[in-house]
């Protein structure tokens, strides 16, 4: 079905089930309760899973397919969220034009990077990449293409935004003065009290959702083409390919593009949450973010991206938000100098220091699970069927005659 085997199309099935039902599933604990601080099924953060999942999507492409490992998607990812933005200034409130151009832009972008930078591999293509992705990080800070047209066209470290007087020429008196979809706010959402349980389902997040199943289909698509299967081999020995004759540049740089559109549809949803873009989405984190994104999920595999873009996505606005007071809220039940000794252990971990949680998590992954999240997934399922196996294959006692 969809062109799809059994199989993916069960995994795509997997990924529409987690996509629709993600504002009940993250929303496990009653909203009153003590564990109600671990619920991530509020807006901003559900639009965050999907919208870094369609960048790591766009990133495994690239480094799970070829073995290419870029160092500077971010530069993409922050050139479709000035792309949108300027259609925002431009042509009015509409989403669609914006996420258009974001994907062309970033899309030309990633056909001149990728071919200067594909003319070398390993670490020198790595470190090429991050030294483009730095230089339009600079070019955006200090908006030196604006400075020297005489216009403003990043507007610096202040970040590109609409202002009351920009032209709009398709804005009508009637038309939100938020990005929306003809007309359909993006922040409109809807409540649903459902006990101590409160259920939110914003459009913003449903939108954002659905170029989320579609980027996965597509990956799926190019993973079981014949396509994939070449970026395969490139990646499984591509000195063997070109003594065969075969020229494997057009190949990789196909797979670069690809990437980089992707990451320019994620940079213009982005956009789309919220009109403003700013020149820190390119600077290198961004970049080792997507990495470390991949990695933890499962590099090469077509689940593993997206898994790892929540995880990371849900360390970062959940246990960064834990601070002292709430730790001490948690040990409470302790003796007091007990309490004080575990708030400071675990104040290290969380807060400012979720960079720790992560740091550690990410460590125990590489050592433990080499294939990510989705190894141990499959670790899991491998145990549980071999225990059913074996109980359903235990003889059965026979009673004596």
């Known amino acids: 079905m969809l062109g799809l085997n059994k199989k993916d199309f069960s995994l795509l099935m997997v990924v529409v089930a987690l996509s629709l039902f993600a504002p009940l599933i993250l929303n496990i604990f009653p909203k009153d309760s003590a564990m109600a601080f671990f619920n991530g099924g509020y807006p901003d953060l559900m639009q965050r899973f999907v919208i870094f999942g369609i960048f790591a999507i766009g990133f495994n492409i690239l480094f799970g397919l070829t073995g290419y490992l870029s160092f500077g998607h971010a530069a993409f990812l922050g050139v479709g969220s000035y792309a949108a933005v300027w259609m925002f200034k431009l042509l009015g409130y509409n989403v669609i034009p914006g996420l258009i151009l974001s994907v062309i832009v970033a899309g030309l972008l990633s056909v001149v990077i990728g071919y200067i930078s594909l003319r070398r591999s390993g670490i020198y293509f790595s470190i090429l990449t991050l030294a483009f992705a730095q230089m339009m990080y600079s070019i955006a800070y200090s908006d030196l293409f604006g400075r020297w047209m ?119 949803l982005l956009a789309s949450m919220d009109p403003l873009a700013g020149a820190e989405r390119m600077y290198w984190t961004e970049s080792g973010a997507v990495v470390i994104m991949t990695i933890l999920g499962g590099v090469g595999t077509l689940i593993g991206p997206v898994l790892g873009a929540g995880t990371i996505k849900y360390m970062e606005n959940i246990i960064s938000k834990m601070n002292e007071k709430l730790l001490h809220e948690w040990f409470s039940f302790l003796p007091e100098s007990l309490e004080y000794a575990m708030v400071w252990i675990a104040s290290w971990f969380t807060g400012e220091g979720w960079h720790m949680t992560q740091g550690v998590v990410f460590m125990l992954v590489i050592i433990f699970l080499p294939g990510g999240l989705v190894e141990g997934g499959q670790r899991i399922i491998k145990r549980l069927r071999s225990k059913k196996t074996d109980d359903s294959a235990a003889p059965t006692a026979t009673p004596a005659e």
């Open 150 to 268: 005489g216009i403003t066209l990043t507007n610096g470290e202040t970040g590109l935004q609409v202002y009351n007087n920009d032209p709009q020429i398709l804005m009508g008196e009637a038309s939100p003065t938020v990005p929306h979809i003809f007309g359909l706010e993006m922040n409109a959402r809807a409540v649903l009290p459902v006990g101590p349980w409160e259920f939110v389902f914003p459009v913003g997040y449903y939108f954002c959702a659905i170029f989320l199943v579609l980027s996965f289909y597509l990956s799926i698509r190019i993973f079981r083409s014949p396509f994939g299967l070449m970026l395969r081999a490139i990646k499984s020995n591509q000195t063997r390919m070109s003594y065969t004759g075969l020229n494997t540049r057009p190949y990789t740089l196909a797979a670069f593009i690809i990437s980089g559109m992707y990451a320019g549809l994620a940079g213009g």
